[in-house]
């Protein structure tokens, strides 16, 4: 049609369980968590030929996550059960977006890609506030932001590519970033921090291929990553409180927190 030439869409669907247990040794307890994810998801993507030497590819995406999560205290030796603390508050995660991307052959020598992307991330969420006397029962959290890139290709000669591009990303929070009450290290419990804010990276990549004799290839490249509001696990307080009782045990507080920046410098060389 006179809006594209191929359309390819997609409507998926996932059901997702998943289990922990956890009981120190010679401790009569056993702590069980169980979350449940429930997972819908839409996108159409168009293709457009514009001309012999320029692409345009465009579309739009929808991701829905139901999140469900419970918690079990279980007594070994006298064989009984209680409710107990879940990892996550019950959720709702969504995230919507549009895109289009312009490819275009310059000439023999040069390609250039450019690219754009509009996201809006959308967050409701529920905290049980039985075990654990969070200053909060809910939290909403709404983000939506344009990210873009533009990339180009050299090739000076038919065994060498000379390769630079400029991009932006953002991620928004999410459950797990925002909404987890966890102890992945024994003595330190991570909160929830319904204040969290996106993060927002500027990128910066150069690099280049050569084929020595059709049998040697050798790429190498230099990359730059500046992130404002990065996120981040610190200490944090909970009603005034830095250390809270958790799994029968006093531990540290932390939360996942904005930091006022981030810088991430590398350089990668390979031989094949």
Do not use: C
Request: aromatic letters at 12%.
């Amino acid at each position: 049609t006179g809006w594209y030439d191929e359309m390819i869409w997609r409507l998926a669907f996932q059901d997702f369980k998943e289990s922990r247990m956890e009981r120190d040794i010679n401790r009569s307890t056993r702590f069980l968590r169980f979350e449940h994810v429930k997972a819908w998801s839409a996108n159409i993507d168009l293709i457009k030929k514009l001309s012999e030497k320029a692409t345009l590819n465009y579309g739009i995406e929808g991701v829905i996550n139901d999140v469900a999560s419970t918690g079990e205290d279980q007594d070994i030796v006298k064989g009984t059960s209680q409710r107990g603390p879940s990892r996550y508050p019950n959720a709702v995660w969504s995230s919507y977006a549009a895109f289009a991307g312009y490819d275009v052959k310059l000439s023999n020598k040069i390609n250039v890609q450019a690219g754009a992307r509009y996201s809006y991330y959308s967050q409701t969420a529920e905290f049980d506030n039985t075990f654990f006397k969070l200053p909060f029962t809910e939290s909403k959290i709404n983000n939506g932001a344009l990210t873009g890139s533009m990339g180009m290709v050299y090739r000076p000669g038919d065994k060498t590519s000379i390769m630079a591009s400029l991009s932006t990303g953002f991620r928004s929070p999410n459950v797990d970033d925002s909404g987890k009450i966890f102890d992945a290290v024994a003595g330190f419990v991570t909160v929830p921090n319904p204040e969290l804010k996106a993060e927002y990276a500027y990128n910066a990549e150069i690099g280049f291929v050569h084929v020595f004799s059709d049998k040697v290839r050798l790429d190498a490249s230099l990359y730059y990553t500046y992130v404002d509001n990065a996120m981040v696990k610190r200490n944090f307080q909970l009603n005034g409180q830095d250390s809270i009782l958790y799994n029968g045990r006093m531990s540290r507080v932390e939360a996942i927190q904005n930091a006022a920046n981030a810088k991430v410098r590398g350089a990668q060389i390979g031989l094949e």
